[in-house]
């Protein structure tokens, strides 16, 4: 097996894309995902990218990716959120995820990021094991907080 750990480029989105579309059915939620390659293409270059995204390429094909931007925390400073890692389902096992997070882990801290987040759901034990193996700390008395896009309008309306 021939891995590289790369970052992304235009023509890999649509594989990048094709991974997003394998983790939302795995989550359970196959009709969440919004965007297209397009709006990956569009967001992901050009002088102010929206994310950064690296790829694991095996022989050759796109097997996993992990998408990462920036943000601030006003307790720490500069912050560093991993959106999503993602292996394809027959990949798992081989290294490619740990071969991915060291390249998010090592960009985080060129960076000059004072920490790195993601989050994972409660009933994926293989991820959380995994990232437990990592050192990672998995926060149980953090709750995640989010507005949809209907929320935020309906929000919204009520401002007026």
Same mark, same amino acid.
């Given at each position: 097996?021939?891995?590289?750990? #790369?970052? =992304?480029? $235009?023509?890999? %989105?649509?594989? &990048?894309?094709?991974? +997003?579309? =394998?983790?939302? #059915? ?5 009709? !969440? ?10 967001? @992901?270059? @050009?002088?102010?990218? !929206?994310? $950064?995204?690296?790829? =694991? ?11 990462? /931007? ?8 500069? &912050?560093?959120? *991993?959106?999503? *890692?993602?292996?394809?389902?027959? %990949? #798992? ?15 985080? $801290?060129?960076?000059?990021?004072? #920490? ?11 991820? +959380? ?6 050192? =990672?700390?998995? %926060? ?11 929320? +935020?309008?309906? /929000?919204?309306? $009520? *401002?007026?």
């Amino acid at each position: 097996m021939t891995l590289i750990i #790369r970052e =992304a480029i $235009k023509t890999d %989105m649509p594989c &990048v894309y094709q991974l +997003i579309k =394998a983790l939302a #059915r795995f989550e359970k939620e196959p009709e !969440a995902v919004q965007i297209t390659v397009n709006d990956l293409k569009d967001k @992901g270059f @050009g002088e102010s990218p !929206a994310f $950064k995204c690296f790829v =694991a390429e095996v022989n050759k094909k796109v097997e996993g990716i992990a998408l990462v /931007y920036p943000r601030y925390s006003t307790w720490k400073g500069v &912050v560093l959120h *991993l959106e999503d *890692l993602i292996v394809s389902q027959n %990949m #798992r096992g081989l290294g490619i995820g740990t071969a991915l997070l060291d390249k998010v882990i090592v960009y985080g $801290k060129q960076q000059g990021a004072k #920490r790195i987040s993601w989050e994972v759901l409660d009933w994926n034990d293989p991820a +959380i094991g995994f990232y437990k193996q990592k050192g =990672a700390c998995i %926060m149980d008395d953090w709750k995640l907080v989010q507005l949809d896009e209907q929320g +935020i309008k309906n /929000y919204i309306s $009520k *401002l007026n």
